[in-house]
Each structure stands twice: as structure tokens, then as C-alpha cells.
């Protein structure tokens, strides 16, 4: 008896981007922190601000990781969500060559997870 877990084949590429767009969010955070971000003006509260949501963005997309992995219905919902809003949040922005690469680093797992969505939704069963 195999006791696997079968995944889709995209499940590996959607955690993968997850992955990266978390190590984007943090490093965003580290920038802001480090006052080393070319176009934030020299307010200290909205750098510490931005820092702090952005770590905190990326502390929550390795957490989802985690919660993808287990197929929990909450955590592929909040997942899409969350996808959509960076991905939605990332147009509005000015958007220049950075700004395209994390909108494809944000809209590719938002898509793939679409995508797959009958098999993170599919009730579990106990005997695989």
C-alpha cells in the first residue's frame, strides 16, 4: 500500500514561488529597515511601518507554505486572497521592471493554486 501523498504536478512550482515571493517580502523589509530603499521619503514611521508589514508578509507566506502543504481548506483560501491583493496592490504601485518581476513571483501561485483548486478543496481520506 502506498502511503504518499499524491500531489498535483504544479503543487512543487506553487510552493517554490510562494517561497520566493516570501524571500522578496523579507528582503523588502530588511531594505526599508536598513534605510537602504532609493524612493521612500525620510519619514521614519512610514519606513518602519512598510518595514513591518512587509516582514510580516513574508513571515506569513512561509507559514501558508507550511498549511498548503497539509491541504488546509483556510490556508488555500487565504493564500488566493492574500496572491490576489499583493499581486492587485503590486499594479498599483508605480510600476516599473521590479515591479513586473513581483507581480509574476505573486500571480503565478495565485494562478496555479486556482488552477488545482478541486485537489487543495477534495475532502481528505483517512485511509491513503
Do not use: C
Amino acid at each position: 500500500m502506498d502511503t504518499r501523498k499524491e500531489y498535483p504536478t504544479s503543487f512543487s512550482i506553487t510552493l517554490v514561488f510562494i517561497l520566493l515571493s516570501s524571500v522578496v517580502w523579507l528582503a523588502l523589509g530588511y531594505i526599508v529597515a536598513a534605510d537602504l530603499h532609493p524612493a521612500l521619503p525620510p519619514l521614519e514611521g512610514i519606513q518602519w511601518m512598510m518595514s513591518t508589514a512587509s516582514i510580516f508578509i513574508g513571515i506569513v507566506l512561509l507559514g501558508l507554505i507550511f498549511f498548503l502543504r497539509n491541504r488546509s481548506r483556510t490556508a488555500y483560501f487565504f493564500t488566493v486572497v492574500l496572491l490576489g491583493a499583493l499581486s492587485i496592490l503590486t499594479i498599483m504601485d508605480g510600476f516599473g521592471l521590479i515591479d513586473m518581476a513581483v507581480l509574476v513571483i505573486n500571480f503565478v501561485p495565485f494562478i496555479l493554486l486556482v488552477k488545482d483548486r478541486d485537489w487543495y478543496l477534495e475532502p481528505k481520506s483517512r485511509f491513503k
